[in-house]
C-alpha cells in the first residue's frame, strides 16, 4: 500500500476503488515511539517564531472567549430558534444542474467543466467571491463568484496539483500584486502566486516527495506543509525560509490545520494518526488514535477546540482537545472521506461585503491587520445592555449595530459539510451531528468541497472535471 500511495494511486489519483487493508503485517517493522521525549533541530529564527505565536495568538484567544461568554447571555429560547432557521435554510441547497429525467428542476445553475483532467481540491477567496479550484493537469484555476467567469490560471506546478490555499488576507487586505495563493503538488513544489501573473512569485524548496496539502496559518505570515515524505514542515511566507521541520508520523502526512488561534496546528496521515501540536512550544500535546484506515481530510471548528477528521474508513470523527478524546463519530459515507469543512461566518455575513462585481484588481477594503475582525468579531459585554430580560439573557435579535453581530457568533461553525468518493456532499448540524442534507446532482467521485465565507454558497469539485455550486433555494 505504501508503494501505491507513494506512486500518487490515492485520493487524487486513484481512479479504482479504495486501497485495500492488507497492510496489517507492515506495522510490525514500523519504528515504535520512544518514551524519551525527542526534539528536532530548528533554524535560527525558531524562536522568534515561536515567541511571535504566542504574542499573535494570545489576544484572539481571549477576543474569542469574551465572545463564547457572550453567547451564554442569550436566552436558551433565542438560540435554538436561531439555529432552527438556520438549519431550515440550509436544507434548501440546491444546485443549477437539472434532473437527466426531467423530474426535477432546480431554480439555481452553476456547473462548470474545470479542467481537462479531474479536479482535485475548491477553495473559496476570503470575501467569498473567487473561487480556485486544482487539477491533475498541474493547473490551478480561478474562478469569479456567482458568474463563474474565469479569470487566471496559476501555473507552475509540473504534475498533479493536490494542494491549495488563500492567504487569509487575500482579497481583503492583500492588495493583486502581494502573495495571495500557495499550490503543491505531485512533484514535491510549494508554489506562491499573485494575482498579477499566471507564474509563481515564489517558492518553498525541501520537500523530497508529494507535498499533499498546503495552508496559511491566520495569520499570513508562515505556511505549513504536509508530505509524503512523512514529515510537515513550517516556513516563512516571506522570506520562503523553513523554519523548522517536524517528523511523528510513521507514514506519509496527508493533511495540515491551523487553529483559528493561531497556537495549534493538526496533522492527520496515512498512518490513520492525527496529532495536535502546540506551535509555541513544539509539542505534540494530543494523539488522534481511533480510525482504522488513512486520514485524508480534516478541519478546525471556529471555536477552536473541535476537530473534525475524514478517512477512508468512510467515518468522520469529532474531537474535542479541551478533553483530549473524540467524543462523536458520524458513520458518514460509504466510501472515503476526501474532504471535511466547517462553516467559518466570515466577510459578507451579517456585514456588508464585496459586491458581486468586485474585481481581484481592486484595491483592498481593509487595511493591514484590520481584516481580523472579519473572521472574529469582538465581544460586547451584555451585561449592561438594555435589551437584557429580567433573568439576565439577551434576545439574540437585538443586538448592538457596528462589527459585532451576535448572530454571526452563534451561527458560525454551526455546521459541517463533507465530501466523499461515494458521490455525495453532506451537511450535518454541529453538536448533536446530524444529516441536514445531501446535496442533489453529484454523481462522480467528489474529491474536494468548501463552504463561502459569506454563507450563500458550497463547492464542490469532482473526478469527473466539474466543479459545482450550491445555494439556497
Given at each position: 500500500?505504501?508503494?501505491?500511495?507513494?506512486?500518487?494511486l490515492d485520493i487524487d489519483g486513484n481512479d479504482s476503488e479504495n486501497a485495500d487493508s492488507d497492510d496489517d503485517s507492515e506495522s510490525d517493522s514500523e519504528d515504535q515511539d520512544s518514551d524519551e521525549e525527542f526534539y528536532y533541530p530548528g533554524g535560527e529564527y525558531l524562536v522568534d517564531t515561536r515567541q511571535y505565536i504566542a504574542q499573535w495568538s494570545l489576544p484572539r484567544a481571549s477576543k474569542r472567549l469574551a465572545a463564547q461568554r457572550a453567547e451564554v447571555q442569550v436566552s436558551v429560547i433565542s438560540r435554538k430558534k436561531t439555529k432552527l432557521e438556520w438549519f431550515t435554510h440550509l436544507k434548501r441547497y440546491l444546485s443549477r444542474v437539472s434532473d437527466i429525467l426531467g423530474l426535477q428542476t432546480f431554480t439555481f445553475t452553476a456547473s462548470q467543466i474545470g479542467d481537462d483532467r479531474p479536479l482535485s481540491i475548491c477553495r473559496f477567496s476570503p470575501n467569498s467571491r473567487l473561487l480556485v479550484t486544482a487539477s491533475w493537469s498541474g493547473l490551478a484555476?480561478?474562478?469569479s463568484i456567482p458568474n463563474f467567469?474565469?479569470?487566471?490560471?496559476?501555473?507552475?506546478?509540473?504534475?498533479?496539483?493536490?494542494g491549495i490555499s488563500f492567504h487569509p488576507g487575500s482579497t481583503l487586505s492583500q492588495n493583486s500584486r502581494e502573495l495571495n495563493v500557495v499550490t503543491s503538488g505531485m512533484d514535491g513544489t510549494v508554489n506562491l502566486h499573485n494575482f498579477e501573473s499566471d507564474l509563481p512569485v515564489g517558492e518553498l524548496l525541501g520537500h523530497k516527495k508529494r507535498v499533499a496539502r498546503v495552508n496559511f496559518h491566520p495569520s499570513g505570515r508562515f505556511i505549513g506543509t504536509a508530505s509524503y515524505d512523512r514529515t510537515w514542515r513550517f516556513w516563512d511566507a516571506e522570506t520562503t525560509v523553513e523554519l523548522f521541520?517536524?517528523?511523528?508520523?510513521?507514514?506519509?502526512?496527508f493533511d495540515i490545520?491551523?487553529?483559528g488561534d493561531g497556537a495549534l496546528v493538526a496533522t492527520a496521515g496515512l498512518d490513520a494518526v492525527g496529532r495536535v501540536w502546540d506551535l509555541r512550544s513544539?509539542?505534540?500535546?494530543?494523539?488522534?488514535?481511533?480510525?482504522?484506515?488513512?486520514?485524508?481530510?480534516?478541519?478546525w471548528s471556529p471555536d477552536c477546540h473541535t476537530l473534525a477528521t475524514g478517512s477512508e474508513d468512510n467515518t468522520i470523527r469529532v474531537w474535542d482537545v479541551r478533553q483530549a478524546k473524540s467524543t462523536y463519530t458520524i458513520p458518514a459515507h460509504t466510501n472515503l472521506v476526501s474532504n471535511v469543512k466547517f462553516w467559518t461566518a466570515g466577510d459578507g455575513f451579517e456585514s456588508t461585503g464585496a459586491g458581486d462585481s468586485w474585481k481581484m484588481t481592486d484595491p483592498p477594503r481593509f487595511s493591514k491587520g484590520e481584516d481580523d475582525d472579519v473572521d472574529m468579531d469582538?465581544?460586547?459585554d451584555m451585561r449592561d445592555s438594555d435589551d437584557d430580560d429580567e433573568n439576565g439573557a439577551r434576545d439574540v435579535d437585538k443586538h448592538d449595530d457596528g462589527s459585532l453581530s451576535l448572530r454571526k457568533q452563534l451561527l458560525t461553525g454551526g455546521h459541517l459539510v463533507s465530501s466523499s468518493y461515494d458521490g455525495t456532499c453532506k451537511i450535518f448540524s454541529v453538536g448533536d451531528w446530524k444529516p441536514l442534507k445531501s446535496l442533489a446532482g453529484l454523481e462522480s467521485k467528489v474529491t474536494g468541497c468548501d463552504v463561502s465565507?459569506?454563507?450563500r454558497f458550497i463547492a464542490t469539485a469532482s473526478y469527473d472535471r466539474t466543479f459545482k455550486l450550491f445555494a439556497p433555494e
Open positions: 500500500m505504501t508503494a501505491r500511495f507513494e506512486a500518487g484555476k480561478i474562478w467567469e474565469h479569470v487566471l490560471t496559476l501555473k507552475g506546478q509540473k504534475e498533479r496539483v493536490s521541520m517536524q517528523k511523528g508520523h510513521s507514514r506519509e502526512v490545520g491551523f487553529q513544539g509539542r505534540s500535546i494530543m494523539v488522534l488514535q481511533g480510525h482504522v484506515k488513512p486520514i485524508f481530510t480534516l478541519d469582538p465581544a460586547v465565507g459569506d454563507g
